[in-house]
């Protein structure tokens, strides 16, 4: 009754100014009530939720291939914006692993990593995923969501942990190297230059990182490890002097090769940018060329030759880069004197070089400023962050970048979405909160599209923010409100003091919180519940490590085997001639070893019935008249069919012909209201009868049973008392078992011996 009030108040609310603005201001419901010791506890929660906020948003901007503030912008705006629109009261939302991975898998084919092009793409695609999550949510289709089936997800979460955990190696051990067309290739990349490079300050920083989020994990989950690892190592790094970098002018290295080096570095990433420039400008051209002459005229044909051949430039100057900054990674410097200039060691030999301090190159994405190289004598920092708050700006929209953006953007859109709606789901259930996938998709949208007016980067619902939030006990996204409001002054007062924070220790970060990403019972599960769900899952899995880093080949072609098998299941769906059990159900004959009755036919169909499994209707109908050659009614269970279409409603009406010139009548029974309708709709309910539909099974047996079933005087019909079939079928299973054992096979040399002395005997 409560339920039913609440339907009525809510269905007489619908037009009010009230639920208006409510459905506008949802973050309104939060103040009703609300009191000094809820504000207390959401406080508390916001507060504990940014002391991991802070340092995750920064490992993850990394993990993009963005500057580590990046992440503090893009913790800033969107948890705010996504509690105040979304329906979830505890849901965290800003940077997370697997968006910040697909982000950089994404702007990798347009430009440089780190680069500012790199980074106006990055906000660029936060600003295309949230209008696709906004768009998604206004018009309620939320419901898109599940073409990301459970299986594919597992194997793609699982996969991506790996990748995320292994993509650090590099910071960890202190090495830099270049990313290779497959993820594996750069591990192995990393391997090879941990074993001749590691720097081991780095790696002890890192380690002892570890240990204290261990540590403290296993003492107390409330204590915020992460921000007591990122203190502790900091300080450590400032006291110690861990990073020792020295800015000089290319004039202050004396050796002509690197400097030449550097040069034709700075030349061919310049060369880079213009030709993907000129790419971008075709992409425009072409699709302009399209609308005028067609997608098959001679102009068309043109405008892709050149920009084939822009792609084989770029992958060309991108690998000759490639070379150059391993090479200038390569180098080590010494100084002999003071004062003097710095020598590579490579130069001078390794005697002379033997007890001085060695230097190596920076050398990142972009090109190197002459007048300012960095060398570096220890490790890697997080260095400047820039104080203040990010600008407010206008995201720079470029529709040629955007179009190029928008299939990946899609990917990040539904999978950042599934994340987040997962958690929401998984509190909700333990809060007893009611939650709005749709308005949830508008949240996040919003949260995306501010955030790229605030240089944010996409950003999704956190698993492990969330789940600080809930255990804090935060009663309203107040919460989130504090946590952004704690990212922002720390933006305003606090950068200068994680200028020390240590790259390893960011990369520490991100491998701890992977870690709860792999779930290998996942896939145990899949494969109980469906063997071919476990086998989605198991591809995905191998096939998103394989074509890393390109993740979306591997989510993609795992929801295409997840399509492809829900097809072949509804072209082959469940069928049973159907007989009575002991228990007075009707059940699957051949699985319980029923007898069947042999005028009657029961025969169950758990599909709805399309234009895709038409046929396979027709064989089972076909294969029960073979194994009933004295069928006189056939009917047909259709509890599971939900839908009937055109196609379907013409095969039956065949089969029905069919059947009734054969001698064979139909009735139906279970059919739901909607299948009725369709079949009254094109009169096909007329052409069976009225009299021909029942509402259950039972009452059909009941009917049709009388004058069609002629039972044996020495036995009851098996559709009115269960009957098992004999266990003859059973003794040859039996036999056929002992036909395998070699013990059956002397036995019965032996018995034939036997019966050949007998017969030998008798015929003396």
Not at 1 to 12: D, E, I, K
Request: charged share 20%; aromatic share 8%; hydrophobic share 45%.
């Amino acid at each position: 009754m409560a339920l039913v009030n609440a339907r009525t108040n809510n269905s007489g609310n619908r037009g009010t100014p009230g639920s208006f603005l409510l459905r506008l201001f949802p973050f309104l419901t939060w103040f009703r009530g609300y009191t000094f010791a809820t504000l207390r506890v959401d406080f508390i929660s916001g507060l504990t939720v940014a002391l991991v906020l802070v340092p995750q948003s920064m490992a993850y901007a990394q993990l993009a291939d963005l500057p580590a503030y990046y992440g503090l912008y893009a913790a800033f705006l969107p948890p705010v914006i996504a509690a105040l629109w979304g329906s979830s009261n505890q849901l965290a939302t800003g940077p997370v692993a697997i968006v910040s991975l697909m982000t950089s898998t994404a702007l990798a084919p347009l430009a440089t990593a780190g680069s500012e092009n790199f980074i106006i793409y990055a906000i660029l695609l936060a600003f295309v995923v949230g209008l696709f999550q906004f768009f998604l949510g206004v018009f309620r289709l939320g419901m898109v969501v599940n073409f990301l089936s459970h299986p594919v997800v597992n194997g793609f979460t699982n996969a991506a942990a790996i990748i995320i955990a292994t993509s650090q190696l590099s910071k960890l051990f202190g090495v830099d190297v270049d990313k290779a067309e497959h993820h594996y290739e750069t591990v192995a990349r990393v391997v090879e230059a941990a074993v001749d490079h590691t720097h081991w300050p780095t790696f002890a920083l890192a380690a002892l990182a570890f240990a204290i989020m261990i540590v403290l994990r296993r003492v107390d989950r409330r204590i915020p490890n992460v921000l007591i690892a990122v203190v502790v190592t900091t300080l450590i790094s400032w006291a110690t002097g861990f990073e020792q970098n020295r800015t000089v002018p290319v004039s202050r290295i004396d050796s002509e090769s690197v400097r030449e080096t550097i040069v034709e570095y700075n030349t061919t990433l310049a060369e880079v940018d213009s030709v993907m420039a000129e790419r971008i400008a075709i992409s425009s051209e072409i699709r302009a060329a399209e609308a005028d002459y067609g997608a098959n005229s001679i102009e068309v044909i043109e405008l892709h030759s050149q920009q084939g051949k822009c792609d084989v430039m770029v992958q060309r100057l991108r690998e000759r880069a490639g070379e150059l900054r391993s090479e200038l990674r390569d180098f080590r410097f010494v100084q002999p004197g003071g004062g003097s200039p710095f020598l590579p060691v490579s130069e001078i030999g390794p005697e002379r070089a033997s007890g001085l301090e060695r230097w190596k190159l920076k050398v990142g994405g972009r090109a190197l400023a002459a007048n300012e190289l960095t060398l570096m004598g220890g490790g890697a920092v997080v260095g400047v962050i820039p104080r203040g708050l990010p600008q407010i700006t206008v995201p720079h929209i470029q529709l040629s970048i955007a179009l190029e953006l928008l299939p990946m953007a899609i990917v990040i859109s539904l999978l950042g979405f599934m994340e987040a709606i997962s958690i929401a789901k998984a509190m909700a259930a333990r809060t007893g909160q009611r939650l709005d996938p749709n308005q949830e998709l508008i949240g996040q949208g919003l949260a995306n599209i501010v955030g790229a007016f605030g240089q944010s980067y996409p950003v999704s619902g956190s698993f492990s923010r969330s789940a600080v939030n809930l255990q804090a006990g935060a009663a309203t996204g107040v919460s989130n409100a504090f946590s952004s409001l704690i990212v922002m002054i720390t933006l305003l007062f606090f950068t200068p003091m994680l200028y020390h924070l240590p790259q390893s220790v960011l990369a520490a970060i991100i491998m701890m919180a992977v870690i709860g990403l792999v779930n290998v019972s996942g896939f145990v599960h899949a494969w109980k519940a469906q063997r071919y769900d476990g086998v989605i899952s198991v591809l995905t899995f191998v096939l998103t490590l394989a074509f890393a880093p390109h993740l979306d080949r591997g989510i993609m072609i795992g929801v295409v085997l997840s399509l492809a098998l829900y097809l072949l299941r509804n072209m082959t769906p469940q069928t049973a001639i159907l007989s009575k059990t002991p228990d007075g159900h009707y059940r699957n004959a051949d699985r319980w070893r029923l007898e069947v009755c042999r005028h009657v036919g029961l025969l169950r169909f758990n599909n709805s019935l399309i234009f895709a499994n038409v046929n396979y209707l027709e064989d089972r109908v076909l294969d029960v008249i073979r194994r009933l050659p004295e069928l006189k009614h056939l009917v047909i269970v259709g509890n599971g069919m939900n839908e009937l279409d055109a196609s379907g409603e013409v095969a039956l009406s065949k089969l029905v012909t069919q059947l009734r010139e054969n001698g064979v009548d139909v009735s139906f029974s279970g059919l739901n209201d909607h299948v009725i309708d369709v079949m009254k709709r094109t009169h096909l309910y007329d052409k069976i009868g009225d009299d021909h539909f029942y509402f259950s099974l039972a009452q059909a047996v009941h009917v049709i049973h009388d004058g069609t079933c002629i039972e044996d005087e020495t036995k009851a019909c098996p559709l009115l008392v269960a009957r098992f079939k004999a266990f003859e079928v059973a003794e040859e299973t039996v036999r056929e078992h002992k036909a395998q054992e070699p013990w059956y096979h002397e036995e019965e040399e032996r018995g034939s011996e036997k019966q050949s002395r007998r017969e030998r005997s008798e015929g003396e």
